[in-house]
T-cell receptor, first 114, second 110 residues
């Protein structure tokens, strides 16, 4: 079975442009998470979906970031307009419903804002 | 606020030597503790969690609530253990966000 997939693997954009990252969770996983690692810092939580609902978006840095999960399947994370400090690796993870706490991570999208 | 501290950015050990990756945490209450690992060119994956009390690939981690530590240990390092290791925590119950440390790169020297 395919794991969590993310697209693109790498994106280079100019400051002020818009970028949309996509995450496809493992089929059947209701929980979907977005994380970000900025250079030299820890992996930080951005938000959590349960199906199509935002359960926790306390980690979203500002209103330039918009996450959606229409239909409760794949999710997108849009950054508009992008700033230099948005550069980093964006990870998506999913987990099934149930007592398991294991989150399965995607390979990440490396975003470079120039 | 919840926080995970990994004091070492890089830990180099010789093959066959013992390994200890340090992790300290702060959390109000009783968290779930994890170690994640990322091998070169692979995705982040769960190595072990304290509630399972298991040994994975020879690694163990003991939760010390008094010292708020969750150090990762292995008696004899192998070259294939070279990777980035992240200590992490989450709240108990339900589906909680995971808070990560900054990671420690383990380099096993042949």
């Amino acid at each position: 079975e395919a794991g969590v997939t993310q697209f693109p693997s790498h994106s280079v954009i100019e400051k002020g442009q818009t970028v949309t990252l996509r995450c496809d969770p493992i089929s059947g996983h209701d929980n979907l998470y977005w994380y970000r690692r900025v250079m030299g810092k820890e992996i930080k939580f951005l938000l959590h979906f349960v199906k199509e609902s935002k359960q926790d978006e306390s980690g979203m840095p500002n209103n330039r970031f918009l996450a959606e999960r229409t239909g409760g399947t794949y999710s997108t994370l849009k950054v508009q307009p992008a700033e230099l400090e948005d550069s980093g690796v964006y990870f998506c993870a999913s987990s099934p419903t149930g007592p398991s706490y294991e989150q399965y991570f995607g390979p990440g999208t490396r975003l470079t804002v120039t | 606020a919840q926080r995970v501290t990994q004091p070492e950015k890089l830990l180099s050990v010789f093959k066959g030597a013992p390994v200890e990756l340090k992790c300290n945490y702060s959390y109000s209450g009783s968290p779930e503790l994890f170690w994640y690992v990322q091998y070169s060119r692979q995705r982040l994956q769960l190595l072990l969690r304290h509630i399972s009390r298991e040994s994975i690939k020879g690694f163990t981690a003991d939760l010390n609530k008094g010292e708020t530590s969750f150090h990762l240990k292995k008696p004899f390092a192998q070259e294939e253990d070279s990777a980035m290791y992240y200590c992490a925590l989450s709240g108990r119950g339900g589906y909680q966000k995971v808070t990560f440390g900054t990671g420690t790169k383990l380099q096993v020297i042949p």
